[in-house]
């Protein structure tokens, strides 16, 4: 026998101790033979389980049934009192009372168990919750509760989706991840909107900042940083950080930035490739002091050295090449003069002038007009030597 016909046959013999202490009491009651007071009794005892089971049919169809079930309820409350009220004494009263109560309540059990699996088998209702056990209740009843309301989400989502639900179902151990990574989620969001919050209140005149507090949503925003952090980069950063070398405080040596600008450019926009090939290539040397370490009672002396840059032939000025005819009445245009022809017209024109002058002068960089110089002068010490070679 399964559990269904072992609740059944409990509710036939709860019924009918029940329906026999309600026709005993009654012919007690009312003077009259037992079987006179059966088939009264025996309509008020199966009254209120015939008026509950039309009151389920109906809700199955959508409906709410409310008088059926009121009814139904008045004529369980009437057998319960024939019971009690029907004997005289107090263990019969209480024991009969007790079997035509529970027998109403076992029905109520039955039937509604009947109800939701006919509401499930037509869509109707969503799938059960899981069960999380007394001891995750007790240890975690916040996460657990977020994660049963999560679970009803679920399940209300497959009953909106039809018979073939595409979303997974939720279990026990999913929801309660989903449940905990929803709190990390909303903790870190509320730490970023909060960040958000003082940033624009810094950044702007409290008027403005309050214009943009309640215009903006800082958990909107707060949401969008989130989903656009780069885990990646920021693993790969923490990670070049925790190399055993760094660890152990002998970091790895950093290469060296370089810091002269203006070579790189020259480099990139220079228009001649042979500039850059090894038999053309001239590092750039400056002028430099060396001094050597002081020694205790001695000055230390500066040692001057004087580079001298060699002679380098002139650059040929570039040709526009051109099809075109001149016109008629117009004169051609004159080749735009190069970088090497404006500072010689211009040291020609001032002699006295400098190489920074001409830098200025020009809009040049001092390695450019150093490059084009008509008299290759290099500066040692703050005095100007002509190249003799």
Known sequence: MNTNGMVRLFYAVVLATALGGSVTAAAHWLDVEWWVALGPIAAVELGG????????ERRQLGERALFAMALSTAFATVAVAANVFGHQEVGLAAFFGVMSGLGYLVYLLITSAKRRDALRAAGKMEDTTPTYGLVQWVRHPGITRRARILAQANSATRLAEGPQPTTARLGRLASLTAAREQVRAERREAAIAKAVHELIEKSADPTLAAIAVHTYDPAAIAQRIAALADYDGYAALLSGRLTPARLAGNPAPVAPVHDDLEAIVEAISDPTPAALTPATYRPRWRPTTTRRPRRMGRPAPAINVTVVAP????RPAKQAATDERPVAGR???????????KVAALVAKNPAMTQTDVATRLQLSGRTVRRYWPRQMVAVNGHDHTDTN
């Open 49 to 56: 389980v015939v008026l509950m089971r039309y009151a389920d």
């Open 311 to 314: 002679n380098r032939p002139a």
């Open 331 to 341: 004169k051609a245009a004159k080749p735009a003069a190069t970088t090497e022809e």
